[in-house]
């Protein structure tokens, strides 16, 4: 899955950094589950979510997500109104030739 040792620029964390027990809400969970006599093998792959962990903030992931898309946008909206005014292109009832304001009903 990726890399082959070609040095790849995403760093992997060590799954060891995450342990349930740094978790109080997560604690919870597993000693009413062990109460029932279950286990969650996969509860420790939601300790990142309660960590304040470099890059994984709440405020972080929201911004991401809020301006995911901006730049390409942005150069999509540049270009547009490029094309737009290379080619004389106009909207509205200002330009329209064809409109005659003695028409109105």
Same mark, same amino acid.
């Given at each position: 899955?990726?890399?082959?040792?070609?040095? !790849?620029?995403?760093?992997?964390? !060590?799954?060891?950094?995450? #342990?349930?027990? +740094?978790?109080?809400?997560? #604690?919870?969970?597993?000693?009413?589950?062990?109460?029932? =006599?279950?286990? +969650?093998?996969? @509860?420790? &792959?939601?300790?990142? %979510?309660?960590?304040? @962990?470099?890059?994984? !903030? /709440?405020? @972080? %992931?929201?911004?991401? =997500?809020?301006?995911? $898309?901006?730049?390409? $946008?942005?150069?999509?909206? @540049?270009?547009?109104? =490029?094309?737009?005014?290379?080619? $004389?292109?106009?909207?509205?009832?200002?330009?329209?030739?064809?409109? &005659? &304001? +003695? +028409? /109105?009903?």
């Amino acid at each position: 899955m990726g890399g082959h040792g070609h040095g !790849s620029p995403i760093k992997i964390p !060590s799954p060891d950094i995450y #342990k349930v027990e +740094d978790v109080p809400q997560l #604690k919870m969970v597993q000693e009413e589950l062990a109460k029932l =006599g279950l286990k +969650d093998p996969w @509860l420790r &792959n939601e300790v990142w %979510r309660y960590t304040g @962990l470099p890059g994984n !903030s /709440h405020f @972080l %992931r929201v911004f991401k =997500g809020v301006t995911r $898309g901006m730049l390409v $946008g942005f150069a999509a909206f @540049l270009v547009t109104i =490029g094309v737009e005014e290379y080619f $004389g292109i106009t909207y509205g009832k200002h330009h329209n030739k064809h409109h &005659n &304001n +003695d +028409d /109105h009903h």
